[in-house]
Each structure stands twice: as structure tokens, then as C-alpha cells.
């Protein structure tokens, strides 16, 4: 004891540093780079694009198809296939399956014979007439004026709203008389979509908020959804609707301005003519026969016809 108090142990100048905790150290960080093949041995798999080439090819072959110009039956065939199965959710609200049956005809014509574009009058004429038609639809239901089945349209109102359409089409398609008649089977093309549209429209609106009904005969007040009746406020709006359709129309080069101007013009006589065959000739028992689609296919076959006849006569002064 006393010789280590007399000479105390010598200390390590090491030991006499301050000590610092160990996790104030830095450490650097080595970065190993990892794949598959560093752990199993074996390859990495190509990039995701590669691995479908095939995919990648038909989608290029789609969009051409698409895309050709002047539209063929398999672009048109293609084109409308995808929109129904895209657009079946909001095509069974305004259509029954037969109906969507007729409308996919419907569609492959009219995209063969005016492309793209004469798709989409098309494709805008069945988007406002079905809003018109489900305007206040439960009251309509309750007066016992709405159209059956929930306003869904079946394949004879389809063809009732496009007989005259598809007729222009096809001789569109065929060249019929040649190249100076191809814009006259386009006018009338759009011609009757206008034309429904304007009965469509007036006709629901009216049946929705026509505050006073007369007959287009004598003008009498009549019920709402009588046949033949006409209002102020559906008059007005089948106006404006077929003033809209043809508006897009020539915005997307079916039509010119004059053009359109006739369109509006045909579609309101055609749309006067269908109210008075309604009034005086519809549900009379001679003409059982005459039911809301041949009306239909008559009135359309009035506005086409009219508004070619207003064009050539137009030309020829």
C-alpha cells in the first residue's frame, strides 16, 4: 500500500483524451449496387415497353386506323366499337340494347361516310335530345306523357330519327351523282339531325314547362302531349337546339354559314309540317299505321329534302 502511494501508477497519454460518444462519429457509407443477379445469379427482366411489343404495335395500327382519311369501313367499324364499349354506361341511359344495336349501324355509317366529324353531330344530337327527353321526367311518368321505358329509345325511334341520315350516307358513300352532289347528301345529313332535334326538343320542353298547350290547327288549348299541340316555350327551345346543332355543325366543316342557316330554316317548316300531320291525321282510325316513328321518318325526309332543294335552289339564282 505504501509503495503505491509513493509511486503512483503512470497513466497513458491516450487514456487522459476527453472521450467522445461513439454516435458523434461519422462513418462513411459504402454503396453496393444491388440486382437480381447479385443475389440469385439471375438476369434483371427487360424494361416494361419491351415486353410488350405487340401491344405497342396494335395500339399504332388503332390510331391509324383511326385516323385514316378518307374514312374506310374497318376505321369506321374500329372507331364506333370503341366508343360503344367505352361509352355503353351513358348510351344504356338514353337507349335500349336493341336501340344501341341500330345506333352502332348508325354510327359505322355515318363515320364512313363524313368521318369523324359527321360522327359527332350525330354523337351531339343524341346527347341533347336524351337531356330534353329526362327534363322532369317523374312528372311527365305522373301525367302519363313521357316517353316509354324511362325515355330509352328503341330501334324504331332510332331509325324515325335517322332514316333520311342514313340514306344520305349511303348515297354519300356510293358517290352518287358524283362530286357536286357529295356536299348536298352532306347538308342533308345534317339537315335531319336538326330537323329531330328541333321535335325532340320542343316536344319535351314543352311537355316539362309549356305553361299553355294550343293545336297547330286551330290553336285551341289543348293538354300537354296532345299530338299536334305546340308552346311557346318548346317552340322556342327546338329553335335554339336545332340553331346549336348547327352551330357544331359547321364549326367542324360539314356545313358553311349559309348552310347552316338553311339547316335551322328546313328543320322549323319540317317541324311545323310533322305538328299538323300530328293534329289531323295521327290516331284517327284510317291511319292506324301512322304512329310516332313513321311521323318521325316523315318529318326528317321534309327537312332533308328541303333544305337540298333551298341549296340548289340557291345555286342555281
Same mark, same amino acid.
Request: glycine share 8%.
Given at each position: 500500500?505504501?509503495?503505491?502511494?509513493?509511486?503512483?501508477?503512470?497513466?497513458?497519454?491516450?487514456?487522459?483524451?476527453?472521450?467522445?460518444?461513439?454516435?458523434?462519429?461519422?462513418?462513411?457509407? +459504402?454503396? %453496393?449496387?444491388?440486382?437480381?443477379?447479385? %443475389?440469385?445469379?439471375?438476369?434483371?427482366?427487360?424494361? =416494361?415497353?419491351?415486353?410488350?411489343?405487340?401491344?405497342?404495335?396494335?395500339? *399504332?395500327?388503332?390510331?391509324?386506323?383511326?385516323?385514316?382519311?378518307?374514312?374506310?369501313?374497318?376505321?369506321?367499324?374500329?372507331?364506333?366499337?370503341?366508343?360503344?364499349?367505352?361509352?355503353?354506361?351513358?348510351?344504356?341511359?338514353?337507349?335500349?340494347?336493341?336501340?344501341?344495336?341500330?345506333?352502332?349501324? @348508325?354510327?359505322?355509317?355515318?363515320?364512313?361516310?363524313? !368521318?369523324?366529324?359527321?360522327?359527332?353531330?350525330?354523337?351531339?344530337? $343524341?346527347?341533347?335530345?336524351?337531356?330534353?327527353?329526362?327534363?322532369? +321526367?317523374?312528372?311527365?311518368?305522373?301525367?302519363?306523357?313521357?316517353? =316509354?321505358?324511362?325515355?330509352?329509345?328503341?330501334?324504331?325511334?332510332?331509325?324515325?330519327?335517322?332514316?333520311?341520315?342514313?340514306?344520305?350516307?349511303?348515297?354519300?358513300?356510293?358517290?352518287?351523282?358524283?362530286?357536286?352532289?357529295?356536299? $348536298?347528301?352532306? @347538308?342533308? $345529313?345534317?339537315?335531319?339531325?336538326?330537323? =329531330?332535334?328541333?321535335?325532340?326538343?320542343?316536344?319535351?320542353?314543352?311537355?316539362?314547362?309549356?305553361?299553355?298547350?294550343?293545336?297547330?290547327?286551330?290553336?285551341?288549348?289543348?293538354?300537354?302531349?296532345?299530338?299536334?299541340?305546340?308552346?311557346?316555350? !318548346?317552340?322556342?327551345? !327546338?329553335?335554339?337546339?336545332?340553331?346549336?346543332?348547327?352551330?357544331?355543325?359547321?364549326?367542324?366543316?360539314? %356545313?358553311?354559314?349559309?348552310?347552316?342557316?338553311?339547316?335551322?330554316?328546313?328543320?322549323?317548316?319540317?317541324?311545323?309540317?310533322?305538328?299538323?300531320?300530328?293534329?289531323?291525321?295521327?290516331? =284517327?282510325?284510317?291511319?292506324?299505321?301512322?304512329?310516332?316513328? %313513321?311521323?318521325?321518318?316523315?318529318?326528317?325526309?321534309? *327537312?332533308?329534302?328541303?333544305?337540298?332543294?333551298?341549296?340548289?335552289?340557291?345555286?342555281?339564282?
Amino acid at each position: 500500500m505504501a509503495s503505491a502511494c509513493l509511486f503512483p501508477r503512470q497513466m497513458s497519454p491516450l487514456l487522459s483524451l476527453p472521450l467522445r460518444p461513439l454516435h458523434h462519429c461519422a462513418v462513411p457509407r +459504402i454503396r %453496393v449496387p444491388y440486382s437480381r443477379s447479385n %443475389v440469385c445469379g439471375t438476369p434483371l427482366p427487360p424494361p =416494361k415497353a419491351a415486353l410488350f411489343p405487340e401491344l405497342a404495335a396494335l395500339q *399504332g395500327s388503332l390510331l391509324d386506323l383511326v385516323r385514316a382519311s378518307p374514312p374506310t369501313w374497318n376505321s369506321a367499324i374500329a372507331s364506333n366499337l370503341f366508343v360503344f364499349i367505352v361509352g355503353s354506361p351513358i348510351l344504356l341511359s338514353g337507349l335500349t340494347i336493341s336501340g344501341m344495336g341500330s345506333a352502332f349501324l @348508325l354510327g359505322i355509317l355515318s363515320w364512313r361516310a363524313f !368521318g369523324p366529324s359527321g360522327f359527332l353531330i350525330v354523337a351531339a344530337y $343524341f346527347a341533347i335530345a336524351t337531356a330534353a327527353t329526362k327534363l322532369k +321526367i317523374a312528372q311527365k311518368e305522373a301525367l302519363g306523357i313521357a316517353e =316509354k321505358r324511362g325515355g330509352r329509345r328503341g330501334p324504331g325511334s332510332v331509325v324515325g330519327s335517322s332514316a333520311s341520315a342514313c340514306v344520305c350516307a349511303l348515297l354519300s358513300i356510293n358517290n352518287m351523282c358524283g362530286a357536286l352532289f357529295a356536299r $348536298f347528301w352532306q @347538308l342533308g $345529313f345534317v339537315a335531319c339531325f336538326c330537323t =329531330k332535334l328541333t321535335d325532340t326538343v320542343s316536344s319535351e320542353i314543352g311537355k316539362a314547362y309549356g305553361k299553355t298547350t294550343y293545336l297547330a290547327t286551330t290553336f285551341k288549348v289543348v293538354p300537354r302531349g296532345t299530338e299536334g299541340a305546340v308552346s311557346i316555350e !318548346g317552340t322556342v327551345s !327546338g329553335v335554339a337546339a336545332s340553331i346549336v346543332l348547327a352551330g357544331i355543325a359547321y364549326s367542324m366543316g360539314q %356545313v358553311d354559314l349559309p348552310q347552316a342557316s338553311i339547316c335551322v330554316l328546313a328543320s322549323q317548316i319540317a317541324n311545323f309540317g310533322e305538328s299538323l300531320i300530328g293534329a289531323t291525321l295521327q290516331d =284517327k282510325d284510317s291511319f292506324q299505321w301512322l304512329n310516332n316513328d %313513321v311521323v318521325n321518318i316523315i318529318n326528317i325526309s321534309i *327537312g332533308s329534302i328541303l333544305a337540298m332543294l333551298l341549296q340548289l335552289l340557291i345555286l342555281t339564282n
